[in-house]
Structures are given as structure tokens and as C-alpha cells.
């Protein structure tokens, strides 16, 4: 059910057609209208990012922390009155900018965030089970598929967007999947897509260098594991911006993983610190793109999270079962992202209209691939 040599058709004729083009960043006059007239009325971009940091709840992302979980029960906070001098403030405003200074500061200010129910904007997934490899295969696939139904399902036998893009003229090479959680190695199934993955805690790619490279490879070899298949988002970061400033891909996936990490734990001053900290290295991968000449002011952000979380004591837990779990959140800036801020009413989003988004911003349409693909979340579909 691939559909390699169709594919491979396509890109034949895709690059016949477009022989002239560059694999570069050198500008290109043609873009995607659509996004042109939704967007920021600027040239599609040259390079997408999407970032997902894992089961990050909207009530978290909206309102800050949560007062009833700065608790012993049912937080499993110990310092209570630490964890309050970190994360409470008076009003949800605050509360959420001291938590994710970025998200807020930068990427809803200059794009856009939908997900605030409370405000009545609706953002949710689509394929009813509400945890992680359903999630991150419906926004790579842009349509869900039930056949997925447990996280050790295995190679994905889907083609994903990044899959798709790769085979398109200009990003071959240029695809590449980060992420602290090694069903990544599933989900984006190298061996069959072609998509340069880092995933877990396998070893950092390419050859050792310098005392840096040494001393990142020595940590993946040597820390003691907390959780067997997820490293910490501080390591694979490393890593992470090595790859960004060597290879300098177009189509980039980052997943951080701890958030969901500590609240299965029921660590919930963990996990507002490592939410926090997830934004601070989306920061820092801002900057740093924003820093090369090839991405300044050419590269979008989508960040996002792969599914909710319950409420009050099921605040730990999510899946099938759980009451609110489908709720999510996905912001984007960059060009092509709609200006319009956090987003309140309108209709509702869903996590499977990601993965057309990512192509159209790159002034690709994702239907010839996958015609039953989610429309895109700017523009018109095609
Ligand atoms: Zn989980």
C-alpha cells in the first residue's frame, strides 16, 4: 500500500518539469498561491520545522499552570512552595507567558495558536485513540489509520509528508526527523522512506570531531537511562543543532519527549519544567536558523503536541478513555502562518490537517500524494 512506483513516477516527472530548479536555498519565483494570499503575503517558505513536544495539555498552554496541580495529591509535587514561585501568577496571561515565553512572546504574537477551548476554538485529533504513534502518524499522514492502534505497532507502513517531500525536487537529502523517543524509528521508517531519522538513544550520527561532539557522545553512551526507549530533550537538542547547522535540511521534524515522560510520573513540577524547557530549546532552534543566511526570515514553525491529557486526578493520563485527551494545540509562525493571533471561535482545526499545511508552505501540493489528506490549515485546498 505504499504506492513506491507510482511515486517514483512522480517525482520523475515532477523533476522533468522542474529540471531547471536548484536543490538549494537560492529564491525561487514560484510559490503557492494559496498560501500567498492567506499568509503573510510574502513567498512561500524554503524550509518547515515542525516541532512537537509531547502530551503538553491546552489548559497548560493557555492558562499556565494548573493551581490544583501545584499539590502534593494530585500534582506529586514535594516543594510546593518552589514549584508556586516558578509557575503561579495571578491571572492566565502571566501564568502562560512565564511557562512558555516563546510560544507566547514570538510565535502566537507574529502567527498564530488555535486550541483555546475556553475561547471556543476547537483543535483536536482525529483518530479517537488519543496517544502518541495514532497522533504523529495522522499530522505526518494528514489522515488517521485504525489499522495503528498501540505505540509498538512497528514500521509504518504510510507514507508520511516527509516521505513525499523527500521524493520532490529540491529536498532530497534535505528531510530530516529528530525526536527523544525511539518509536520515531517507526514512525518515520528510514529504511523505507528515505528520511534521515536521529531517534532515542541511538548514538549521534556522523563522525566524532572536535571535544564537543566527544563529550555528546560519551553522555548518549554513559547516562543512566530513566526511560529505556526516551532520552532527555537536552541531549538529542545537541545533536540536533550539530545536524541543522551541517546539513541544513528544508523539511525538519522535532519531538521532545520528557513532558509526557513526567506526567505519567505524576511529577507535575517535571513536567511544567521541562515544558518550559522545551520551549526555551524551540527558542534556541529559532535563533539558530534565524542566525544562516539559507533560513532567515524563510523558515516557518509549526509546534504542536500529539495529544491531550485528562483533567483533575486523570491529569497523568490519556488514550481511548480518557475525557479530553483529543484536545491539542498548533501554532505556527513564519511565512505563510496567518497572522491572527490566538484564535478565538471559528472552525474547528484538526492535528490531521498538519501534514498538508507543511507541504503547502513549501508550495507543494500534498493531494497528489495523499488525496485523502486533511485539507491544509492556510490557504484553500486545491
Ligand atoms: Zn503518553
Known amino acids: 500500500m505504499r504506492g513506491k512506483a507510482g ?42 520545522v515542525l516541532i512537537v513536544v509531547d502530551g503538553v495539555r491546552w489548559q497548560e498552554v493557555f492558562n499556565g499552570a494548573d493551581s490544583a ?14 514549584i508556586r514561585r516558578e509557575f503561579w501568577r495571578p491571572t492566565a496571561t502571566e501564568r502562560r507567558s512565564a511557562l512558555f515565553p516563546f510560544l507566547w512572546g514570538t510565535v502566537a504574537t507574529r502567527g498564530v495558536i488555535w486550541g483555546n477551548v475556553t475561547e471556543g476554538s476547537d483543535a483536536h485529533v482525529t483518530n479517537g485513540l488519543k496517544f502518541s504513534y495514532p497522533g504523529y502518524n495522522e499530522m505526518l499522514v494528514g489522515v488517521p489509520d ?31 526527523a529528530f525526536g527523544t523517543w525511539s518509536v520515531f524509528n517507526d514512525i518515520f521508517n528510514p529504511k523505507q522512506s528515505g528520511v534521515f531519522v536521529h531517534a532515542g538513544w541511538d ?29 532527555y530533550d537536552a541531549f538529542m537538542q545537541s545533536v540536533l543543532l550539530d545536524y541543522v547547522k551541517a546539513k541544513r535540511p528544508r523539511v525538519l521534524f522535532v519531538g521532545y519527549g520528557e513532558t509526557d515522560e513526567w506526567a505519567h510520573a505524576r511529577r507535575y513540577d517535571l513536567t511544567l519544567r521541562s515544558a518550559q524547557r522545551a520551549d526555551d530549546l524551540i527558542a534556541e532552534l529559532w535563533r539558530t536558523m534565524q542566525a544562516m543566511p539559507e533560513y532567515r ?25 480518557v475525557e479530553g485527551a483529543e484536545q491539542v494545540w498548533i501554532a505556527m509562525v513564519g511565512p505563510g502562518a496567518p497572522k491572527l493571533g490566538a484564535v478565538k471561535g471559528g472552525t474547528a482545526v484538526t492535528q490531521s490537517q498538519i501534514a498538508a499545511t507543511v507541504a503547502s508552505l513549501l508550495g507543494e501540493n500534498y493531494f497528489k500524494s495523499e488525496p485523502r489528506a486533511a485539507p491544509p490549515l492556510i490557504g484553500t485546498r486545491p
Do not use: C
Open 7 to 48: 511515486l517514483a513516477a512522480l517525482a520523475l516527472l515532477g523533476s522533468l518539469a522542474l529540471r531547471a530548479q536548484d536543490d538549494g536555498f537560492a529564491p525561487r519565483a514560484q510559490g503557492n498561491a494559496a498560501v500567498r494570499a492567506q499568509g503573510d503575503g510574502g513567498a512561500a517558505a524554503r524550509a518547515v
Open 69 to 82: 496541580l501545584l499539590t502534593r495529591r494530585p500534582g506529586g509535587v514535594n516543594d510546593t512552595l518552589a
Open 146 to 176: 485504525q489499522k495503528i492502534d498501540k505505540n509498538e505497532y512497528g514500521p509504518n507502513p504510510n507514507v508520511t509528508v516527509f516521505e513525499w517531500l523527500r521524493m520532490r525536487k529540491g529536498f532530497k537529502g534535505r528531510v530530516a
Open 203 to 231: 548514538p549521534p550520527p556522523g563522525r566524532v570531531k572536535g571535544a564537543t561532539e566527544r563529550t555528546i557522545d560519551r553522555l548518549y553512551r554513559t547516562t543512566i537511562r530513566y526511560w529505556d526507549d526516551n532520552t
Open 297 to 321: 526570515d524563510r523558515t516557518t514553525f509549526i509546534v504542536t503536541t500529539d495529544h491531550g491529557r485528562g483533567s483533575g486526578d486523570k491529569w497523568t493520563d490519556h488514550g481511548r478513555d
